[in-house]
């Protein structure tokens, strides 16, 4: 447990769901917002969408958590994907909303057991394209 | 588990310059004032002249504190607390401070602190408030043991916090990770965060703060021969419509640190009003023929201050500046151990894991209050710094708060956000606990 850590629960649907974009892959990104003091669901993205598509669902002025299914084909001609976990705190957001997310953080993120890489974004240029291509290579 | 959400926690961030303390979910602090007491000793106190002045702030520690220090010389004393406590003058009486680097050294000092910022500021009763409190990362198991025992035994809280400064300024900013740059009144400390934890063994910290700031101007301008009145050493009248008269006036028992403190009140707003950060490292020879700026001194006396408006914040990146101001020569015993702001961030870093330097370069949080108006050049010059000194692949970003109050109080804001929530509640280290398994248990409950 960090220290400070806000003890937000974390609803049921959140795994099952990562569980669906991890195993079945059934979705291609799941956005989370903290709602009542528990974190839940807040959009599913299709298998087809794009990583342009998962960068516009995040609202301006809130923050998000998010998970993505980042395919890309390595060197070796090798067909590879890594599950990304993005922590959305926009600079405009309240000062409560960055505090509760931040401090909810660590907790959710244990109970998404397959995470294989994190980024965290305060403005888009920060979880843009070339830094996730980046980070996964 | 403590389940009164309905009555809500009280915040304190004690720092090494103002004590900050409130109510949790409120957006700024109740109370702000002095972190250092006005002391005499019970002898003087006797003397009839003083006696009539006492004003009510005065807390007697000999009656009130339960004396966990049993330290026979301070029960004898009288501290005075609050900053209009300390605006009186008295004879005799000396400025403490009860903290060393942030450390506590003299617990009486911290409860008559305390005291007074529950019962003459906040006026509630201890015994119904869960108290968060917000402690240096560098704080060790017997202090924090220490707070534990004090809060539960004394003041009787039904629930307690302990949270560090660096991880409540990184949420407050949205962030889990982050390299928390914080200067403030005593000293600069430089601390890792990573997912809500304090990498300690990368915490670096240094003793020049804002007020070793305020001192190097000080001195500085003393060695020019412009000495500052402090406010009780003179009256000033208007004999006529807009001509003043300036009487000196002469207290012979003052003691010495109560007029340095007078004058760090007025050598500090005139750092805020003219001091700036060059944006290259200070040279005498090129800040030599910089115009100068006037101040206008509460005695009516206007010094102009030319090459020390830049020479002081530049302290802040290279520390042995410090040594060629006359009368600063204590601080050469500590100077060649004292590292840079820049140096101080990348030996940080470094001492963090090669995984997480490249996030922790790119979320670089300032919070410069050791000169609060010249913070956006403070940063600019710090990035700039970095940005040659670090490594190609990092991508440098530092950054701060665009707010002023969120800036001055971020730590004690992300304490008031975190002990309101809800979900938080569940989180305090409480009263049953404290009994059940001893103070030892915030290990536990508060890492």
Redesign the interface.
Known sequence: ?????????VHDDCKLRFMELKAKRSYRFILFKIEK??VVVDKLGLPTESYDDFTASFPVDE?RYAVYDFDYITDENCQKSKIFFI?W???T?K??M?????????RF?RELDGIQLEL?A?DPS?MSLDIVKERAF | MYGGDEVSAIVIDLGSHTCKAGYAGEDAPKAVFPSVVGAMDQMEIDDPESTENNSGSGVDSKNNVRNLDSDKKKGKCKLYVGTQALGYRRDHMEILSPLKDGIVLDWDIVDSIWDHAFRECLLIETKEHPMLLAEPSSNTQQQRERTAELMFEKYKVPAL?L??NA??T????????SLVVDSGGGSTTVAPVH????LQKAVATSPIGGELLTDCLLKSLESKGLTIKPRYSFKRKEIRSGEFQTVDLDFPNTTESYKLYCQRIIASDIKECVCRAPDTPYDEKSYSNIPMTPYELPDGQTIEIGADRFKVPDVLFNPSLVQTIPGMESFADIAPSVRGLPQMVIESINKCDVDIRR?LF??ILVNLLAVQSSMQQLKERLEKDLLEESPQTARVKV?ASGNAT?RRFSVW??GS??AS???????WFSKTEYEEHGASYIQRK??
Request: aromatic share 8%; net charge neutral; proline share 3%.
């Open positions: 447990m960090a220290n400070a850590a806000s003890g937000m629960a003091q528990q923050c922590a705190s926009p600079d957001s000062v409560r960055k505090m509760v997310y931040a401090s909810s953080k660590d993120k965290q305060t920060e | 916090f949270a560090k991880v409540l990184s949420f407050a900013s949205g962030r889990a990770t997912d809500g934890y304090v996030e790119s979320s950054l969120e804001i992300g956000i975190l929530l809800g979900s938080f509640q569940q989180m508060c890492p």
